[in-house]
């Protein structure tokens, strides 16, 4: 992905893309918690954090580097995700929201919450 490519993507609200999250999820078989669980474990976000983010329209940029922590055991996500290797990916809050779309596509592809949360 071009640099140029990436303001917009940042600038992109949180709430308008976390449905799409739940549908492709959701189409699998799979279930909004099971969604929430993922951010929540990535972002160290709570329930409540989650619904103000997506009441405010915060953008992805906010919403990762307003993170209360970004979970240690993320340099074990591995693999392709948009044509891009998630660990290969430069800008670090790229790589974040890259991570983001790799565990939800791993969900979506009936992988289990243990071996997608790194356990």
Request: aromatic share 10%; net charge neutral.
């Given at each position: 992905?071009?640099?140029?490519?990436?303001?917009?993507?940042y600038?992109?609200?949180?709430?308008?893309v976390?449905?799409?999250?739940?549908?492709?999820?959701?189409?699998?078989?799979?279930t909004?918690?099971?969604?929430?669980?993922?951010?929540?474990?990535?972002?160290?976000?709570?329930?409540?954090?989650?619904?103000e983010?997506?009441?405010?329209?915060?953008?992805?940029?906010d919403?990762f580097?307003?993170?209360?922590?970004?979970?240690?055991?993320?340099s074990?996500?591995k693999?392709?995700?948009?044509?891009?290797?998630?660990?290969?990916?430069?800008?670090?809050?790229?790589?974040?929201?890259?991570?983001?779309?790799?565990l939800?596509?791993?969900?979506?592809?009936?992988?289990?919450?243990?071996?997608?949360?790194?356990?």
């Open positions: 992905m071009e640099n140029t490519n990436y303001e917009r993507v600038n992109m609200s949180f709430a308008g976390y449905p799409h999250y739940i549908t492709k999820a959701e189409k699998k078989g799979r909004k918690e099971e969604v929430d669980e993922i951010i929540f474990w990535l972002t160290g976000y709570t329930e409540k954090e989650l619904q983010i997506i009441k405010n329209k915060t953008n992805f940029r919403f580097e307003q993170a209360p922590q970004i979970n240690p055991n993320v074990l996500i693999g392709v995700i948009c044509g891009y290797r998630v660990e290969d990916i430069e800008d670090d809050l790229m790589r974040k929201i890259r991570y983001l779309d790799k939800i596509d791993e969900l979506a592809k009936g992988k289990a919450m243990d071996k997608i949360l790194r356990k």
